[in-house]
Structure formats: structure tokens, C-alpha cells
């Protein structure tokens, strides 16, 4: 079994180019932005959510009327919300952002642990880790692979502003989360393969290359810059 982890900049389509992945025989996709919900639905994360957020969900609370008995679930959306309702991209709200990474990440690496370990089998040709953080959580250490999806930035703003799926973003919104990514040029420097995903061209043949190269070469070929 390889695993390829899928890595570029905000708007790039990873979660569109890891999906191509799967119609291929025995490949499979791990994506993170959903096991990352679930997550957040556990009882105690969402303790901790309103614990710490009860005065932004409702202002109108004096401090320690928390019960311990949350009744409005705190989504993925709704979280995403409280860490960037500043829209400076200088003062956005970094220690909301470290307290929504401190309570997730070990959950989450042992989910993509537990799921790699289910397709870690004969039958199994690829899996693809699509994670939008993937060597800011450290999550290439499963790696075996790692592609960049290129595409210029504004297209991607772009696109991040226009999704039809997922969160649209303001430009401003945009730039804050840019920030907390690495930037495009090391994430470049550190995979193995690139996709250009620009507006113009089609991906699937490139995609077809390397799930070949993959998984019939494994190390003998190297799509690089």
C-alpha cells in the first residue's frame, strides 16, 4: 500500500483532484475536513467548545453559568466562525485557533491512524490523505508521496469566493488562512509530484500518470518541478 497526501494552497481543488484518485482500482481517500466534524461532535470537545466560548455564543451570559450541558451543538462551521470573526488578517484570533488545534489534533491523528491501518492490506493499491494542514499537523510522516496542486493565486480567491460547496471565503478571509498555511514555495520544495490545476487545464491526465507511476514504478519515477 502507497499513500500519496495532497497538499496546495486554499482554492486549489485538493479535495476535487484526491476524488479523482478514487475511481482508480483499489484507491481510497482519506479526508480529514470530515473526520474533523465528527470529532467535534464528541460530548467532551463540545464541553470544552462552550466552556470556553459561552460568552460568544451568548453574550448576554454572566462568566460560570456554564452547566456542563451543552444544547446547541457547536458545528465545524459555527467553530470556524468564533476563530475568524476578526477579518483583519493581522489580528485574527490565533489563540481561539490554538485552542480549536490543542483539543482536535490527537483525536485526529489517531482517526487517520485507524483508517489507514483498515486499507493497510495486499488488495489495497493506494490511499490518498486529503488534509488541508498536512505538514503543518505533521500528517506527512504517513505519507509515502506527497503531490502539490498548483494553480496561481488569484484563481484561487477566485474560486475560494465562488465555492459551490464548503465555505465561501471574502478575500480578506482569504489572506487570514493563507497565513496560517505554509507558503505555496516550501510546500512545492518538499512533495514529490506537482498538479497544475489552473483554470485551463484538466488534471485527469496527469492524474492518471502518476496513479500509474505510483503504483506499478513506485520509487522509480518522480513527476518534479
Known sequence: MQVLGIVGG???GKTTIANKFAAYP?????????????IL??????????????????????????????????????ASKIVFRDTNPETFNAAELRFLEDITLRPLLSKVEERLFYYDNEQTNLVVLDCPMLFESGMDKFCDKIACIQVLSNQRCKRASNRSFGKQLSENEFKIREKLQWSIDEKTKKSDYLIANDDGFNPDAQIKVLWERIVFSKDEYELKK
Open 41 to 78: 461532535s464528541h460530548p467532551d470537545i463540545q464541553i470544552q467548545m462552550h466552556r470556553r466560548w459561552e460568552k460568544i455564543l451568548d453574550p448576554n451570559l454572566e462568566s460560570g453559568l456554564f452547566l456542563g450541558i451543552p444544547t446547541i451543538p457547536i458545528t465545524k462551521s459555527i
Open 26 to 38: 483499489s484507491t481510497y481517500v482519506i479526508n480529514t475536513d470530515d473526520m474533523v466534524e465528527g
Open 10 to 12: 486554499i482554492g486549489s
